[in-house]
Each structure stands twice: as structure tokens, then as C-alpha cells.
């Protein structure tokens, strides 16, 4: 799912001496670390290990370097999250499934702690384009889990009384939650824990009273 528009092309002039999509991931964990406003342009150079005349070359300025990292953060995040809402049987499953491994990436050593989004949102004041994109990328976790939901709800796994929407939005503040925690120390295990409270909130079905109860 395409979130952002980004320039695809570029001034034309000397071909780019670095790899461009190398240089990008960079500054995407640079902006997961720190946030949008905290970044500087000169922390950008230095990560990326190229010259800001190289990086307005290529990316254009700072906002919209930015605004194609928030979309190589999503679109990889968007097939991921497709998948796990896809593959389990129950909305409840593929729900449960989601959580976890959202804790699993948060913690995951290989990259910045937390969710880039939620980072980013955090500081994110001073532009208007920015915060539309961070904005819509949540909105699509929300429309994901609704829909989600929604099947359950048709096939029968989900009781057909709940609001789709009002549940995703419960889960995706847990999500918000525990990618805020994860910035200040909590582990997998403290995330873990409280995602096991938090399906405790799932809805039941309805259950049918035992035969006994009805003889005849």
C-alpha cells in the first residue's frame, strides 16, 4: 500500500555515486531513532555517509527524504501485517499473532526499539506533510484489524454484536502502548504479559445452554 506521494525522479546531472536504497534505509533507522524534528540534516549526512548537496540531489530535502522512509517503513510493515491478519484461521488468532510479533520487532536488536511511526509522531509538529503521512499510516493499521475483524464477524468466529472498528481501535492503542514502553526499557517478556491481558478483552461467543436445561 503506497501511503505517501514521493518524487520519483530526480535531477538529472551526474549519476548518484552511492546506493541509493543503502543510504535510505539508513536515514529510515536514523528517523526511527531519533524522530522527524530531532533529525538534522547534518545527522542525516553523517548517517547516511554521503554530502548534503548529494542528499538534496537525490531526496530532494530533509521532509520528503523522510516522507520516503515512512513509506519503505510501511510498505514492508503493510505486507507483514497482511500476512499475519491472513494466515490464522480466527480474527482472534490473527490478532494475538500480530501483537506478538509486533513485540518480537520492537525488541528486535537489529533495529531502533519501538515503531517508527509512533516515534515520529511523537515530535512531529512543524510539518503538515508529515504528520498527514504518519496519520494515514496508522489509519491503515486500523482499517487493516477492522476488516480483519470484520471476516471474523462474517464467518462466524466473532460475535456478530461487536463493532469491528471499536475493537481494531482498542488492539491498535495496545500496539501504541507497548511501542511507547519499548522506548523506555519495557522487554518482550513485560509486552508479552500485557498482551495476554489485553485478549482477555476479547469478546466471547455466545454460548448455547446445555440441553439439560431445555428437556423436551
Not at 508479552?192 to 436445561?213: H, K, N
Request: hydrophobic share 40%; with cysteine; aromatic share 6%.
Amino acid at each position: 500500500m503506497k501511503t505517501t506521494e514521493t518524487k520519483s525522479s530526480r535531477p538529472r546531472g551526474r549519476p548518484l555515486s552511492f546506493d541509493r536504497d543503502t543510504v535510505l534505509e539508513r536515514a529510515m533507522h536514523l528517523f526511527w531513532r531519533k524522530g522527524y524534528e530531532s533529525t538534522t540534516v547534518h545527522d542525516l549526512t553523517a548517517a547516511m555517509g554521503i554530502t548534503a548537496p548529494s542528499l538534496y540531489s537525490a531526496f530532494g530535502d530533509k521532509e520528503q527524504l523522510y516522507l520516503e522512509a515512512v513509506e519503505r517503513y510501511q510498505s514492508s510493515a503493510t505486507e507483514h501485517t497482511s500476512d499475519f491478519l491472513d494466515r490464522h484461521a480466527t480474527a482472534r488468532e490473527a490478532v494475538h499473532a500480530l501483537l506478538v510479533d509486533a513485540c518480537r520487532s520492537m525488541t528486535d536488536p537489529n533495529t531502533p526499539t519501538g515503531c517508527m511511526l509512533v516515534n515520529s509522531a511523537a515530535a512531529s509538529v512543524a510539518s503538515p506533510r508529515v504528520q498527514e503521512a504518519v496519520a494515514h499510516c496508522r489509519q491503515a493499521a486500523q482499517t487493516d484489524l477492522t476488516a480483519r475483524i470484520g471476516r471474523g464477524i462474517r464467518e462466524g468466529d466473532v460475535p456478530a454484536h461487536v463493532d469491528a472498528a471499536t475493537l481494531a481501535r482498542f488492539y491498535v492503542t495496545v500496539l501504541t502502548g507497548i511501542a511507547i514502553q519499548s522506548r523506555e526499557g519495557l522487554t518482550c517478556a513485560d509486552m508479552q504479559a500485557v498482551i495476554d491481558s489485553a485478549m482477555l478483552a476479547w469478546p466471547s461467543m455466545p454460548t448455547e445452554r446445555a440441553t439439560s436445561d431445555h428437556p423436551g
